[in-house]
């Protein structure tokens, strides 16, 4: 299916050129993506602030850096 654009309320199917670009723009967006996701898989387990200082205060720090740990080696950064 052809991509396609409006202009002054006319849908005008893209040029070849103009799709290629459209297509390399998304992937370079995705890629983009994956590279920060890992940020917020580890923000949503990490949990708000004030829950990791009840966690904290309830179980001691060290116990918070294991579950600190365990979150990151679940998700790692990306390398590229």
Do not use: C
């Amino acid at each position: 299916m052809p991509l396609n654009k409006i202009v002054n309320g006319v849908v005008i199917i893209l040029t070849e050129d103009e799709e290629n670009a459209v297509k390399a723009e998304r992937e370079k967006n995705k890629k983009e993506i994956a590279k920060t996701a890992y940020k917020f898989s580890r923000r949503k387990e990490y949990g708000p602030l004030q829950k990791q200082i009840e966690f904290i205060t309830e179980n001691g720090l060290e116990a918070w850096k294991t579950k600190v740990a365990e979150i990151k080696a679940k998700h790692p950064k990306t390398t590229d």
